[in-house]
């Protein structure tokens, strides 16, 4: 399986986990220029959560969650600022990381912040 479906398939298991989990969800893939969010959506709380999704089939290495660069971050802060400047919104944000390694998905809150 290329890593474009990978990836696709990933965030389709993030999505149904998120909605178990209370949130509705309000963007997938949401693009800035070159950059872009994989997932926006509101918590049960209220918060505008920006989603990454992260996934390997093996952590011999490294986390999913541990692949987020300082780059990476940056770039998801940059299309986050875009998206409530142009959406016009007024409420609490919160960069959330969704990481699924060998199937077990797990939802790291406030992983990062502006």
């Known amino acids: 399986m290329d890593r474009?479906?990978?990836g696709r398939k990933a965030e389709e298991i993030a999505v149904k986990f998120l909605r178990k989990k209370g949130y509705k969800i309000v963007e997938r893939?949401?693009?800035?220029?070159?950059?872009?969010v994989?997932?926006?959506?509101?918590?049960?709380?209220?918060?505008?959560c920006f989603v990454e999704v992260r996934s390997r089939s093996n952590s011999e290495f490294v986390l999913p969650e541990e692949t987020i660069t300082k780059e990476k971050r940056k770039n998801i802060i940059r299309?986050?600022?875009?998206?409530?400047?142009?959406?016009?919104?007024?409420k609490d944000v919160r960069f959330d990381v969704v990481s699924i390694l060998n199937g077990e998905i797990k939802l790291l809150r406030d992983a990062f912040r502006l």
């Not at 893939?29 to 872009?36: A, I, Q």
């Open 29 to 36: 893939n949401w693009r800035f220029k070159r950059d872009e």
């Open 38 to 48: 994989d997932i926006i959506a509101v918590d049960r709380d209220g918060y505008l």
């Open 79 to 90: 299309v986050a600022k875009a998206y409530i400047q142009k959406n016009n919104i007024d």
């Open 4 to 6: 474009v479906l990978k």
